[in-house]
């Protein structure tokens, strides 16, 4: 399980790099002034020469990568919770990279998430099988 957590670990660093980076590239290139195609696809071309852009899509995708690593070694119900855990370093970015303000209320809702992730670790440990005594031949034999 150590193994896990610390693929989860580099996966949710990896997440939080390529949201800072998104979210720096999408303030360079501004808002769609308008809904028209010529307006989407002018939007669409400052985005994918924006280089925080590319950034954040390359870390995501590094994060993505993790994540397939992750759900082809444990159950999902186990490993897309504690991806819940990317929240709390996302606030912590966003506020310390970013410079956002995080109300209160947003770190209780972080205080919250830390518990329900710690809560299904602490299920996936009480999961684990306990040791079966080994077979014999009696047990072998069919009748």
């Known amino acids: 399980m150590a193994k896990l957590l610390m693929i989860l670990l580099v996966a949710i660093v990896l997440e ?9 590239g999408l303030k360079e290139i501004g808002e769609l002034d ?9 939007l669409v ?7 925080n852009i590319i950034r954040g899509v390359f870390f995501e995708a590094l994060f ?14 186990f490993i897309w919770p504690l991806t819940a855990l990317g ?10 990279f970013l410079h956002e303000e995080v109300s209160r209320a947003r770190w209780i809702g972080v205080l919250l998430i830390t518990a329900g992730a710690g809560l299904v670790s602490w ?10 005594p080994p077979a014999t031949a ?6």
């Open 87 to 96: 929240f709390v370093s996302m606030t912590l970015a966003a506020k310390f």
């Open 123 to 132: 299920t996936e440990k009480a999961k684990e099988p306990l040791s079966s």
């Open 64 to 77: 993505f990568i993790g994540l397939l690593m992750l759900m082809s070694k444990a159950d999902v119900s």
């Open 16 to 24: 939080t790099i390529g949201v800072v980076c998104l979210s720096r």
């Open 45 to 51: 071309g400052r985005g994918l020469t924006n280089a």
């Open 138 to 143: 009696d047990s072998m034999t069919h009748k």
């Open 34 to 42: 308008k809904v028209s195609l010529p307006a989407v696809l002018k």
